[in-house]
């Protein structure tokens, strides 16, 4: 092998490292805007044109590939959106994605519980149908919470988590599109913002509420809505 050959094969190995490295983001902030289909949810709400049956808003996902912290962007209370709480639930959920723990903090029904548990593993089919979301070529994957709640994703394995909204993770990427049928709910990545030149080093866990496990809320839930209409779904949509 001369040596010319040789330089050659060294310059495009070097060429490949060099790409394998800077495809991968670790630190990075998606911003996320959710959009619940009020029309549908609730036979309350009332909209005389098409974007106003939906009910709008926005959340933060930061990671550093270690830990994550999944939060809702604070906005003004209305008495529109005291209305609407009553209908859906928020999360603040932190994930130690190595040991695959988490801690949410869940405002539901004017109370705060603390829920401490394993992040639920889903089992995922990846398909080839491949979208663009916020600048990434994301692919589609499809699996299934607590043996109904049908969630479609799409995922980027150019950020390097495998997280996404809410307590949705498992798949070899970032998810930056989701759709929950069921809960008649959207979340879509808006931007993307990467820190690898000032990475994040630090992500608070939230500390505040009544200490439970995923089972525990479950029952909590089961019972305090039992007579809530489409109980099943709310118990599910605030259990994920």
Not at 198 to 225: C, F, Q, S
Request: hydrophobic share 40%; charged share 25%.
């Amino acid at each position: 092998m001369n040596q010319i050959f040789k330089s050659v094969l060294l310059g495009l190995f070097l060429l490949t490292g060099l790409y394998g490295q800077a495809q991968f983001i670790k630190n990075y902030t998606v911003t996320y805007e959710k959009k619940i289909n009020m029309a549908k949810l609730s036979k309350w709400w009332r909209s005389s044109d098409k974007e106003g049956k939906f009910w709008k808003d926005n959340f933060t996902l930061k990671t550093n590939s270690i830990y994550s912290s999944y939060e809702r962007v604070e906005k003004d209370i209305t008495e529109e959106s005291n209305w609407v709480w009553g209908h859906v639930s928020y999360s603040q959920t932190f994930m130690d994605i190595a040991n695959g723990k988490q801690t949410s903090q869940k405002e539901v029904s004017e109370k705060t519980f603390l829920v401490q548990d394993s992040i639920p593993k889903l089992q995922w089919h990846i398909h080839d149908e491949v979208r663009m979301i916020a600048g990434y070529s994301c692919r589609k994957a499809m699996a299934k919470f607590k043996d109904s709640v049908v969630i479609v994703a799409y995922f980027t394995e150019q950020l390097y988590a495998p997280i996404g909204p809410e307590s949705v993770t498992g798949l070899p990427g970032t998810i930056l599109g989701m759709v929950i049928p069921m809960f008649e709910t959207t979340w879509l990545a808006t931007s993307v913002v990467s820190h690898e030149t000032n990475p994040l080093v630090t992500i608070p866990a939230p500390k505040k509420g009544d200490k439970t496990d995923l089972k525990a809320l479950e029952d909590i839930l089961k019972r305090t809505y039992k007579d809530y209409d489409n109980a099943y779904k709310l118990v599910l949509r605030i259990l994920l």
